[in-house]
């Protein structure tokens, strides 16, 4: 079956500095791979995703994930955080080529910034 | 372009009681997810609709849940009778197809006391 592990519950950044968020999948063969972010009483958001291609994915609001094959690992990352970033963060993996391809999340990582 | 709507926005019922969550898809979205999302947890796949067919509900609780999209448009999804552990939101998702992105409403928040 297959999981999503972020290693990290809460990390707590400065505003304006850089921040990476962990993410590792197990699955039989490469997935589709998504990053979502949650703000509080708001719904699931797309950051980005990876289906094929390019392993450099950009997405909105100034985020970038990287897929590396080799470590199963599809960490986010952003040169410089602002406050509002502060939010709880996803990583899923849905089944390549459509059929089943529901969600499966990881438990998230909170995003606290301080001033 | 109208995102998911989903109503009601929160519920809270007696253990034993029965509830119902609506759901109405992006327009011309023939595939639609159901997911609960337990506090602190990452939402976990309920059931998946192409049109009006059952996908996927092999991590459905076939014994107290229950889904259906008869007109291959809206969708509900009943508890009968519900849990303590019920309580979650429910968050119901849909994309054009299989395969393509997924977009989520804001969900249904169920407390179970």
């Known amino acids: 079956a297959q999981s999503v592990t972020q290693p990290d519950i809460h990390i707590t950044v400065s505003e304006g500095a850089s921040l990476e968020l962990r993410c590792n999948y197990s699955y039989g063969a490469t997935p589709y791979l998504f990053w979502y972010v949650q703000s509080p009483g708001q719904g699931l958001q797309l950051l980005l995703k990876y289906f094929s291609g390019d392993t450099l994915v950009q997405g909105i609001k100034g985020f970038e994930a990287e897929f590396k094959r080799s470590q199963s690992s599809f960490n986010l990352r952003k040169p410089s955080v602002h406050w509002s970033d502060a939010a709880e963060y996803f990583c899923?993996?849905?089944?390549?080529?459509?059929?089943?391809?529901?969600?499966?999340f990881g438990k998230g990582t909170h995003l606290i910034i301080q001033p | 372009e109208a995102g998911v709507a989903q109503s009601p926005r929160y519920k809270i019922i007696e253990k034993r009681q029965s509830v119902a969550f609506w759901c109405n898809p992006i327009?011309?979205?023939?595939?639609l997810y159901w997911y609960q999302q337990i506090l602190g947890q990452g939402p976990k796949l309920l059931i998946q609709f192409q049109n009006n067919g059952v996908v996927d509900d092999s991590q459905l609780p076939k014994d107290r849940f229950s889904a259906e999209r008869l007109k291959g448009v809206d969708s509900t999804l009943k508890i009968q009778p519900a849990k303590l552990e019920d309580s979650a939101v429910y968050l119901c998702a849909s994309s054009q197809t299989q395969g393509t992105e997924q977009y989520f409403g804001p969900g249904t928040r169920l407390t179970v006391t």
């Open positions: 899923a993996v849905a089944k390549p080529g459509g059929g089943a391809d529901g969600l499966t």
């Open positions: 327009s011309g979205h023939a595939t």
